[in-house]
């Protein structure tokens, strides 16, 4: 498994917490790097993403101004940065990677919970 989510748990609404995915086994450097969410009952939706080179990023409406996609070359990571959390963004977030020429992604990680409590 190429790559490895952490950094999920419990905060209240208004808090923060910063999810990382960790890339092993290969480099990412043509991929763009997605970051996924899938509560309880409804389907997996688009969070945010990343362009491993020149790191461009987009978000989606629900989370922009509050989540910031970034990455670290050196240690081959990817970064969400989750701040002022609401119980709405309760769910298990997945990072994910495809190919710049791609529109599907191929590489994804376990997950890991993200639970905002009121």
């Known amino acids: 498994v190429p790559l490895v989510e952490s950094g999920g748990g419990l905060v209240q609404a208004g808090g923060s917490l910063r999810l990382s995915c960790a890339a092993s086994g290969r480099t990412f450097s043509m991929h763009v790097m997605g970051w996924f969410r899938q509560a309880p009952g409804k389907e997996r939706e688009f969070v945010a993403a990343?362009?491993?080179?020149?790191?461009?990023?987009s978000y989606a409406d629900s989370v922009k101004g509050r989540f910031t996609a970034s990455r670290d070359n050196a240690k081959n990571t990817v970064y969400l940065q989750m701040n002022s959390l609401k119980p709405e963004d309760t769910a298990v977030y997945y990072c994910a990677a495809r190919l710049l020429i791609k529109n599907e992604y191929a590489y994804w990680g376990q997950g890991t919970q993200v639970t905002v409590s009121s």
């Open positions: 990343i362009f491993w080179s020149g790191g461009s990023t």
